[in-house]
């Protein structure tokens, strides 16, 4: 009989022979208790956090708190049931409601993750016959709805534009084209020219979606993300979201102005065929939306808190993914990934909590310690975080 298993082996074999060299599996990291935005048990001593995507620190913000206790009590722990059927609650068109305010547009769909959202929109309106054209960095999710949808991937080189016209160019003029980008990569987090994408896409024909993940509550002047920053929100026709980092809990969305949005609601597979979010879940993100509607203070700190360590980390000597601070995320180029193991080892003994990223996910083969800033960090934080990432540093010889 053929071992289906048989596919994983290398990866078995690779994380075997990592844990044979006595570092901690970065993979299966427990927090024992979490005490804050910013910091938890971790191997029962307390760790900042810098690797949780809770850019506004909204997951212990008191509101959304309140605003999901309340709905637990009075609906229940769960629905049950698809939105299309018995699962939609009060509370589900309270977020949606939030989320056309937020972003200024008609019209606003939640799904249960933010996977989900990318799964169902793009397998939806691209089908066969059509093309995708995409950022070869492009998150899993993208990737898997045009598989479900059975469309023409076309991808093109990081961020280039000159290779997006390029594959523009070829496709026959009167097809169904969609252009996927993200506001941020989140790998490197660094930003994508949308405002000359966009402009490209649409020169060429093709309907535009940004996947804002990365930026929604942060970048902007409203926090709507890059697309905002750029200048270019008007021109984008469907925007994904996440509840899931600046909202501080779980579910994912799409906004657009399209006239016939709507209709997604019936023929979306992931939207129709799963069960929707806990009354508390969208209770507490429809409090948390709205709060963010007024956070420039919180945007601001964290970009003084980003463009802090991104400068720290350059002057102590490593390596970091982009030149400045593009976003709340600062990748830490490792050698490779016993080495990152190790650092990342290094950091967890000196109370501080990263990513440990690694290929197929990481862009061009690369080990990357990821660190995801947190608007609730304080300043002395930062700078200790910095003592932190020195000390492993130099022990694990990363940095001189």
Not at 6 to 27: C, H, M, N, Y
Not at 368 to 390: K, M, N, P, W, Y
Request: glycine share 10%; charged share 20%.
């Amino acid at each position: 009989m053929t071992d289906l298993f048989s596919k994983f082996d290398p990866l078995i074999e690779q994380r075997r022979a990592l844990l044979d060299t006595g570092v901690t599996d970065p993979f299966s990291l427990v927090m024992e208790k979490v005490l804050s935005p910013t910091t938890a048990i971790c191997n029962g001593r307390e760790t900042i956090l810098l690797g949780t995507y809770n850019y506004m620190g909204m997951t212990f913000d008191e509101d959304v708190i309140k605003a999901g206790q309340d709905a637990l009590r009075d609906f229940g722990a769960g629905t049950t049931g698809s939105r299309v059927l018995n699962g939609t609650y009060q509370g589900h068109k309270e977020v949606e409601e939030a989320l056309k305010e937020f972003y200024a547009m008609d019209h606003a769909m939640v799904f249960s993750t933010g996977y989900q959202a990318n799964l169902g929109i793009i397998s939806t309106i691209a089908g066969k016959g059509d093309y995708v054209i995409l950022d070869i960095d492009s998150h899993a999710s993208i990737y898997d709805g045009c598989k479900m949808g059975d469309a023409e991937i076309v991808a093109f080189r990081h961020n280039d534009i000159e290779a997006l016209e390029k594959r523009l160019k070829r496709l026959p003029a009167d097809a169904g084209k969609l252009v996927v980008l993200e506001g941020v990569y989140s790998m490197l987090g660094d930003i994508a020219p949308l405002d000359k994408m966009v402009k490209l896409a649409k020169q060429y024909g093709a309907m535009v979606l940004v996947d804002e993940a990365h930026s929604m509550g942060f970048i902007g002047e409203h926090g709507r993300g890059v697309a905002e920053a750029q200048g270019v929100l008007d021109d984008v026709d469907f925007v994904i979201g996440t509840f899931s980092k600046s909202v501080g809990t779980v579910g994912g969305f799409c906004v657009s102005n399209h006239p016939k949005f709507e209709i997604m609601r019936l023929v979306c597979r992931p939207y129709v065929f799963t069960a929707s979010l806990p009354p508390s879940v969208v209770a507490t993100a429809a409090t948390s939306i709205r709060k963010l509607m007024h956070g420039s203070n919180k945007r601001a700190h964290l970009w003084e808190n980003s463009k802090t360590l991104h400068k720290g980390l350059t002057d102590a000597g490593f390596e970091l993914g982009t030149k400045e601070a593009h976003s709340a995320i600062i990748a830490v180029i490792m050698p490779d990934l016993e080495r990152g193991a190790m650092m990342w080892e290094a950091l967890l003994e000196e109370g501080l909590y990263v990513n440990l990223a690694r290929p197929p996910a990481t862009p061009a083969g690369m080990t990357l310690l990821r660190c995801s800033l947190c608007a609730e960090h304080s300043s002395d934080q930062v700078g200790e975080i910095l003592a932190r990432f020195t000390r492993a540093g130099k022990r694990v010889g990363i940095i001189a």
